[in-house]
């Protein structure tokens, strides 16, 4: 990898709201085409970081590089970074069209990858109300218009907070195909906060899991991983429970447990693996004993 | 290359110009594509000559104290009413003035719409572009403010001005405009410089909160001690056409100054403070346009508490329906410096009386004792608003609504009581009223007003579309005749407190029949809406 595909670099990054660290010691690189997904429990910091990255959030201590170099909040800035955060204010008076239009019309000229309003209307599925005010729209409807948005202009990395929130399960597996194929194929890098571990498998990311304010070193990702499910099946044994456990099924496709852990390369292949992706997703959404 | 939406096609290959869109072009767009009806226009119209109308009726009192002034104070007229009066006056004044500049603070005072925040703001548009409309729309509005502020502060030491002619100069008018506005547009400056820095906003806003306060304490000091009311006299007779001059010159100059500050930093202003300013800016306006006070409640208290870390403390061993109101209780003892508002606000009806109506009692200062109080038990109301909307954590503890509101009526009880008790002690203590059973007869009528508290809490959100009956006076919104009710109630409940005010009498029967009316009042309406199924 060379120094210059490096698209985004943070070391010992530290957050905190007043007195409360929700971040600490991050360290992250994040290279031209790849997809991150960011995974943690709610409240751990995965949309901190995202705002951060976007320098929207002014970090304790650390350092981010971001495309270059620091987040300056200029327009250089947001013409390579496309943010999908929080529910937008929309304009009263204007189409789905009209916002995908005003979008491309804020960010000429386009040069890059991105998708016109006609085949992004017709992709989101949003061709029955493409003359309908975004207000009049389901939250599902809004959410797809969101993300919609932000592919209507070209940008170089696109943070999205949670983009599979009130997705029907058949579109978030386009939307990964989109974000893949078309975005991160054509160069650009995704880093996203997610819960949908199958969304972020379809998507082919790389998972960064934070807990308790720390990227989870892929070791003692492991470690939980298999204490957790040791403690499950415990649980099991006692109540001599016959219910399905998708930690077990998770196992059963994987195959073995010692798949994980197993260091950076390896590792990164179990993440693209799909059944290393489907017995990850199921160890970290068991909950905790 | 291709993917699930078909031909990706290259931005250049899609229509863009190579030229970058300007804020001006962008603004173009989304105007020209806004539907916006006639009806809308007609309600902005008739909403800015209704506001007008209002300003002028409340702005002909203390203006008509430019003309003619002069000659009465040369010929020996100008009593010690009229002395206490123009100190009290000019006090408001720069207790209003600092108010609006909290209030702009609290809004920004730079913000844009939530739309432009969130679509335009993160965008390869020129910041300082998109700022400038929004900077001008706050300068305008700022020096609109502050020039009423300057021709109101020179109207209220009308009776001392020494300018030797029978009319008021034109020079002076216009010199004292532009010095309010200078001054005000220069604070205003100050405080979109200390947009981005949240320890020196916070500091501005305490210095404006200072100078209200001791505005506010000053002018009941006025009226107290001659002295101070003799010094602040004399300081208006000494205003002369090269004060003035020097005042205006020097304010207009630090405004260009701070305001070039405010040009310059547009450019690099952060989009994170903005986003979140403009997006309580936005719902707030929208709020107060539909005079929805629970939203406006709510935008406070998130604002308040956003950010804090709380003592967590255990649920206290009380009979379920006193649990619930625990709620409450708790709520305001974390909230001391509201209290402290509170409590200094008992001060107002003592200053209002004085600097509008120039009489030591009446109905002005009843009328604020009435809003005081009412606002005094609101503050005690915030989970009985709440289960206006929703109820599930009374249901969740398995309380009887009736029981409920019982255990809940206490605390906007006390806070009224109190409130008045307060006001009254220092309207006794300020010389306004006189006897020593004051104090008494505000503390029985808490009570009784706060029913009118808690039917406000308890009354629905206002639903814009509901027109409501066609009254004498045309379609009348439920919404207003429900809270005017309300205030009718506080009227009733607090009448012989209310009357023995205006009169400046107060006899022990007055105790006993304000006992028994806020007995009855608050009484009966608790029997009454605790039967009303919510």
Same mark, same amino acid.
């Given at each position: 990898m060379s120094a210059d595909a490096t698209v985004v670099a943070v070391r010992g990054l530290r957050v905190g709201y007043g007195s409360v660290v929700v971040l600490a010691d991050i360290e992250l690189t994040v290279t031209a085409g790849e997809i991150i997904a960011v995974t943690g429990v709610n409240g751990v910091g995965k949309s901190t970081l995202l705002t951060c990255l976007a320098g929207l959030h002014r970090p304790a201590a650390g350092t981010m590089s971001v495309l270059g170099g620091a987040p300056r909040d200029?327009?250089?800035?947001?013409?390579?970074? #496309?943010?999908?955060?929080?529910?937008?204010?929309?304009?009263?008076?204007?189409?789905?069209?009209?916002?995908?239009?005003?979008?491309r019309l804020t960010h000429q000229p386009l040069r890059g990858?991105?998708?016109?309003?006609? +085949?992004?209307?017709?992709?989101?599925?949003?061709?029955?109300?493409?003359?309908?005010?975004?207000?009049?729209?389901s939250s599902g409807q809004r959410q797809r218009l969101s993300l919609a948005a932000a592919l209507a202009r070209p940008s170089r990395l696109l943070l999205l907070d949670e983009p599979e929130q009130s997705l029907d399960a058949d579109f978030r597996v386009e939307l990964a195909g989109l974000l893949r194929e078309g975005y991160a194929d054509n160069g650009g890098t995704v880093i996203m906060a997610t819960h949908d571990a199958d969304f972020a498998l379809a998507a082919g990311a790389r998972e960064?899991?934070?807990?308790?304010?720390?990227?989870?070193?892929?070791? +003692?990702?492991?470690?939980?991983?298999?204490?957790?499910?040791?403690? #499950?099946?415990?649980a099991d044994d006692v109540d001599g429970s016959d219910d399905a456990d998708p930690t077990d099924e998770a196992d059963d496709v994987n195959g073995s447990d010692d798949e994980y852990g197993t260091g950076d390369a390896e590792d990164a292949d179990d993440i693209q693996d799909p059944g290393a992706w489907t017995a990850h997703a199921a160890r970290h959404t068991r909950p905790r004993a | 290359m291709t993917t699930d939406a078909g031909t990706v096609q290259l931005a250049d290959e899609t229509g863009a110009t190579e030229t970058p869109s300007s804020v001006r072009s962008i603004r173009s767009f989304v105007r020209g594509r806004r539907r916006r009806s006639w009806l809308d226009v007609y309600a902005i119209g008739f909403a800015i000559v209704i506001g007008c109308i209002y300003a002028s009726d409340l702005l002909t009192a203390p203006l008509s104290r430019l003309s003619g002034t002069a000659a009465a104070h040369a010929a020996g007229q100008a009593s010690s009413l009229a002395a206490s009066q123009a100190v009290a006056g000019a006090a408001l004044v720069v207790a209003i003035t600092a108010g609006l500049l909290m209030l702009a603070q609290a809004f920004g005072p730079i913000a844009v719409s939530p739309a432009d925040s969130f679509w335009l703001l993160l965008s390869p548009l020129s910041r300082r572009a998109l700022l400038r409309r929004p900077t001008a729309t706050v300068a305008g509005l700022g020096a609109l403010a502050g020039v009423a502020a300057g021709v109101l502060a020179l109207a209220m030491a009308g009776p001392y001005l020494q300018h030797g002619s029978r009319a008021l100069p034109a020079a002076w008018l216009a010199l004292s405009a532009v010095s309010g506005?200078?001054?005000?547009?220069?604070?205003?400056?100050?405080?979109?410089?200390?947009?981005?820095r949240e320890?020196? /906003?916070?500091?501005?806003?305490?210095?404006?909160? =200072?100078?209200?306060?001791? =505005?506010?304490?000053?002018?009941? =000091?006025?009226? /107290?001690?001659?002295? $101070?009311?003799?010094?602040?006299?004399a300081g208006f007779a000494r205003t002369s056409t090269g004060a003035l001059g020097v005042l205006a010159a020097g304010s207009v100059a630090l405004a260009a100054v701070v305001g070039a500050l405010v040009w310059l930093s547009l450019g690099r202003f952060p989009a994170g403070v903005l986003r979140t300013d403009s997006a309580r800016a936005g719902r707030a306006l929208l709020a107060a346009a539909f005079l929805n006070v629970p939203l406006l409640t709510w935008i406070a208290?998130?604002?308040?508490?956003?950010?804090?870390?709380? *003592?967590?403390?255990?649920? *206290?061993?009380? *009979? *379920?329906?006193?649990?619930?109101?625990?709620a409450d209780w708790r709520r305001l003892g974390r909230r001391p410096a509201l209290l402290t508002v509170l409590a200094g606000g008992a001060l107002v009806p003592a200053l209002a009386g004085a600097a509008i109506t120039g009489k030591p009692h009446g109905w002005t200062i009843a009328a604020t004792l009435l809003a005081g109080a009412i606002v005094a038990g609101l503050h005690g109301t915030a989970t009985t608003r709440r289960d206006t909307n929703d109820q599930t $954590?009374? /249901?969740?503890?398995g309380v009887d609504a009736r029981a409920a509101l019982l255990a809940r009526a206490a605390l906007p009880a006390l806070l009224a009581a109190a409130w008045l008790t307060l006001a009254l002690t220092l309207l006794v203590a300020t010389g306004v009223l006189h006897g020593w059973l004051w104090p008494a007869l505000g503390f029985i009528a808490g009570p009784g007003v706060a029913a009118a508290a808690l039917r406000m809490a308890r009354t629905a959100p206002i639903n814009p579309a509901d027109q409501g009956p066609n009254l004498p006076t045309g379609p009348t919104p439920p919404w207003l005749i429900s809270r005017a009710l309300s205030v009718v109630v506080g009227l009733i409940g607090g009448y012989p407190m209310l009357r023995a005010v205006h009169a400046d009498q107060v006899h022990p029967d007055g105790l006993i029949a304000q006992l028994l009316v806020s007995a009855v009042v608050l009484g009966g309406y608790l029997f009454i809406a605790g039967n009303v199924p919510q």
């Open positions: 200029d327009p250089a800035f947001w013409r390579a970074v #496309a943010l999908v955060a929080d529910q937008p204010t929309w304009y009263p008076g204007l189409t789905v069209r009209e916002h995908l239009e005003l979008i990858w991105c998708l016109p309003a006609d +085949e992004l209307i017709d992709f989101f599925g949003l061709a029955a109300r493409a003359d309908a005010s975004p207000l009049d729209m960064v899991r934070l807990s308790d304010g720390a990227i989870v070193p892929d070791d +003692e990702d492991y470690e939980d991983a298999t204490d957790e499910a040791d403690e #499950a099946d415990d | 506005a200078g001054i005000f547009l220069a604070i205003v400056f100050a405080g979109a410089l200390a947009q981005p320890r020196w /906003r916070t500091r501005l806003r305490a210095c404006c909160a =200072a100078v209200a306060a001791i =505005a506010v304490v000053g002018a009941v =000091a006025g009226e /107290r001690w001659t002295a $101070l009311e003799h010094a602040v006299t208290e998130d604002n308040h508490w956003r950010g804090r870390l709380l *003592p967590s403390r255990a649920w *206290p061993n009380l *009979p *379920p329906a006193m649990a619930l109101a625990w $954590l009374r /249901r969740m503890l």
